[in-house]
T-cell receptor, first 113, second 112 residues
Framework: DAGVIQSPRHEVTEMGQEVTLRCKPI?????LFWYRQTMMRGLELLIY????????DSGMPEDRFSAKMPNASFSTLKIQPSEPRDSAVYFC???????????FGPGTRLTVL | SQQGEEDPQALSIQEGENATMNCSYK?????LQWYRQNSGRGLVHLIL?????REKHSGRLRVTLDTSKKSSSLLITASRAADTASYFC????????????FGQGTTLQVKP
């Protein structure tokens, strides 16, 4: 069974460009989480969805960040416009129920020049 | 401020020795989880302990939870070079939200 799939694995872009990160959760999981990991701030929860509905987006840094989950098998995290301080590894995770185990994808390493 | 704080930040031991990592948190929790992250990879779930449990074992892993002290420890016995990774505790404040708050992690190096 495939795990959480993220694409792209690496993204290098220039400041001001739009960046879209993609995630396919494990089939049957009904919760999806987006995290950002940096050396300075550690692992931060950006937003999470239950049954495709955004529940808590209090971790989204600012209006430049947006996330969608149009169906149970796909989610996107968009940054527009991107800035160098957005450089980080972005992880998507999914879980079967509430606060149980989360399964992480391999991450997308974003570099904004 | 962080819900979970881990101690030590870094730990270096010889293969075969035991490694102990600690996690402290601030508010009441539903459960506490430990995850491992190998360099350049995503996090992998190791073990979950619920607030009404005090100790749990999984292979070479032993986790304890002291809700009165708001702390947990992860013990890895008979460590191996392959255990080299970062270890994170994560607290779930509620059973309904699914939201986890991660600590800053402990970087463990096991020397062969």
């Amino acid at each position: 069974d495939a795990g959480v799939i993220q694409s792209p694995r690496h993204e290098v872009t220039e400041m001001g460009q739009e960046v879209t990160l993609r995630c396919k959760p494990i089939s049957g999981h009904n919760s999806l989480f987006w995290y950002r990991q940096t050396m300075m701030r550690g692992l931060e929860l950006l937003i999470y969805f239950n049954n495709n509905v955004p529940i808590d987006d209090s971790g989204m840094p600012e209006d430049r960040f947006s996330a969608k989950m149009p169906n149970a098998s796909f989610s996107t995290l968009k940054i527009q416009p991107s800035e160098p301080r957005d450089s980080a590894v972005y992880f998507c995770a999914s879980s079967l129920r509430g606060a149980d185990t989360q399964y992480f994808g391999p991450g997308t390493r974003l570099t904004v020049l | 401020s962080q819900q979970g704080e881990e101690d030590p930040q870094a730990l270096s031991i010889q293969e075969g020795e035991n490694a102990t990592m600690n996690c402290s948190y601030k508010t009441s929790i539903n459960n506490l989880q430990w995850y491992r992250q190998n360099s350049g990879r995503g996090l992998v779930h190791l073990i979950l302990i619920r607030s009404n449990e005090r100790e749990k074992h999984s292979g070479r892993l032993r986790v304890t939870l002291d809700t009165s002290k708001k702390s947990s420890s992860l013990l890895i016995t008979a460590s191996r070079a392959a255990d080299t990774a970062s270890y994170f505790c994560a607290t779930a404040l509620s059973s309904n939200t699914g939201k986890l708050i991660f600590g800053q992690g402990t970087t463990l190096q096991v020397k062969p």
